[in-house]
């Protein structure tokens, strides 16, 4: 039996299911460790991430004790901590499961020499994806640029390989006595806000690490899983999983996800049709799919996949910029979706597109400002999910919708929000406006508007453009790039 081995932690924040913890598992002593990396040329996490990345380290610690094992903490340079550490406490195998992202990769590659030059066996697996990004491919050998052909080919390799139990135990190595200084606490990192605080509706409405990914996924499967198809389009109802931010950080696989969902269907103790339970697998797909186009276009979250983009003539606007972020253009389903972002650190897939296409199209702003609003503020920030989804409504991206879907905001808040209650909860300056008038505040009589309380221009904002007159100039700005 392998005497040590050493676990990097790293975005699989959890114990089942988690292969490269399995397999060092296997040794006499496992030496857990993440590393928060700040300094490198990975992207630094929003503070939406940060605050959840804390919480979800302090459940995994609290998981790793209940196991015998123990959590190390460092920040620093991974290309520099991780041989010094597996050094100091003499392992014979290092592991990890792998991420995504080029800088990542190349900083996966660097290390796996290192170590392998120091006779140490180095391993990396898949934890976090149904596949690899490489493993689906055109049948000509290529990467795919369309979601329907992806997911078919995914789904024709079959059912994946069962989930992984937690180990029984993770008996925790011995603590290098000469980097002692290097290990932190918790509190150490200063992920989490203090000055101000502003994480109190966040922890009241998550529970970040394995066990609240668990209870949210029974939970969905119990209760929300019946009406999917149809009910995931409605921000009015708690219709989704909401197991974003648990999948972002590891939480929960994608795989156990998938056989919970085929044996709650067995028993019958999941509600819901097979077209339901399709429905939601084709969101994970979803998710691989973004991984897929991450892994070829490593500039996702940076340059337009389609090039013509490149000369597109955005109108850079503070102003408006601003209004949009605050949850103040004057368009009550785009303001709820800001502001619920704001508040909770996540926000309905379907308001996600209006907001975005609103500032896209309507504002004419850049997709990226949208993407890096995004990326500070939401909870499930995720580097491929974020950059292909903005990409996809910009219209920039691989199997976008076309630049001409330009959604209207008040006929989609009448559509997917028809009593208008999700705005009510997010917009409460609004909330005694009748189910009409509450989609376009500004067209209400005087008289409905004196008896809601709702003074425009006041109590709340007048539109920030006219809808007619955004939608012809998107539509002008397009035709400039159209035809190059
Ligand atoms: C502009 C924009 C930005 C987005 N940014 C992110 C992001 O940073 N992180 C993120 O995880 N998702 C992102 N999404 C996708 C989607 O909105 C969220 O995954 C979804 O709302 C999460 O809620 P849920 O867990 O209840 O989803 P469910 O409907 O329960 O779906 C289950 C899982 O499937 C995946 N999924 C669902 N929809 C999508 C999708 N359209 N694309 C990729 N994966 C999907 C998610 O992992 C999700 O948790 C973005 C969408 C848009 C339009």
């Known amino acids: 039996m392998t005497k040590r081995s050493l676990h990097w932690f790293r975005d699989d924040l959890r114990l089942a299911d988690n292969p490269a913890l399995c397999w060092a598992a296997e040794s006499e002593t496992v030496y857990c460790v993440y590393i928060l990396d700040e300094g490198s040329s990975r992207r630094p996490l929003g ?53 995504y992202d080029a800088a990542s990769i190349a900083l996966d590659m660097q290390l796996k020499e290192r170590l392998s030059e120091t006779g140490i066996e180095v391993r990396s697996f898949n934890g ?26 995914a789904r024709e390799r079959g059912e994946p390989a069962p989930a992984l139990p937690a180990p029984a135990r993770i008996p925790a190595a011995v603590r290098p006595v000469s980097l002692e200084n290097e290990i932190l606490g918790l509190e150490e990192l200063a992920l989490e806000p203090t000055k101000p605080d502003w994480a109190g509706s966040l922890r009241q409405s998550w529970t970040p690490g394995e066990d609240g990914a668990r209870k949210r996924l029974d939970n969905f499967l119990g209760e929300s899983l019946g009406g999917y198809a149809e009910g995931r389009d409605r921000p009015d109802r708690l219709s989704t999983s909401r197991l974003s931010p648990h999948l972002r950080f590891g939480e929960i696989s994608p795989r156990q996800i998938w056989h919970a969902l085929g044996i709650a269907r ?72 800001m502001r619920e972002l704001w508040t909770t650190g996540w926000m309905h897939n379907r308001v996600r597109m209006v907001v975005a296409s609103f500032l896209i199209k309507h504002l004419l702003q850049d997709w990226r400002a949208g993407e890096a609003w995004f990326w500070d503020t939401l909870v499930d920030a995720d580097p491929a999910n974020n950059a292909a989804s903005w990409q996809w409504v910009a219209g920039s991206g691989v199997d976008a919708a076309p630049y001409f879907r330009i959604f209207n905001p008040v006929t989609q808040g009448e559509t997917h929000d028809p009593d208008g209650s999700y705005i009510r909860r997010w917009v409460p300056e609004l909330a005694k406006l009748s189910s009409k008038d509450i989609h376009q505040p500004w067209r209400a009589s005087p008289e409905a508007q004196r008896e809601a309380g709702v003074r425009i221009g006041e109590t709340y904002p007048a539109p920030l453009i006219d809808l007619a007159f955004g939608r012809q100039r998107a539509l002008a700005a397009f035709s400039t790039i159209r035809n190059r």
């Open 47 to 99: 503070g939406a991430s940060r605050w959840w990345l804390s919480r979800s380290l302090d459940s995994l610690s609290a998981a790793l004790a209940r196991k015998g094992g123990r959590l190390d903490v460092l920040r620093g340079d991974p290309a520099i901590l991780l041989p010094t550490f597996a050094e100091a406490t003499a392992v014979e195998r290092v592991t990890w499961n792998r991420r």
């Open 128 to 153: 976090s994806l149904l596949n690899d990004p490489w493993q689906i491919t055109s049948r000509v050998g290529q990467p795919m640029k369309l979601f329907t052909p992806y997911w078919r080919a």
């Open 266 to 337: 067995e028993t019958g103790e999941a509600a819901g049709t097979a077209a339901d339970a399709d429905k939601f697998l084709s969101e994970l797909g979803w998710r691989e799919f973004s991984y897929h186009l991450l892994f070829h276009n490593p500039a996702l979250a940076t340059r337009n996949y389609d090039e013509r983009y490149d000369s597109f003539p955005w109108r850079p606007d503070a102003v408006a910029l601003r209004r949009w972020q605050a949850g103040q253009t004057g368009f009550p389903l785009v303001d709820a979706g």
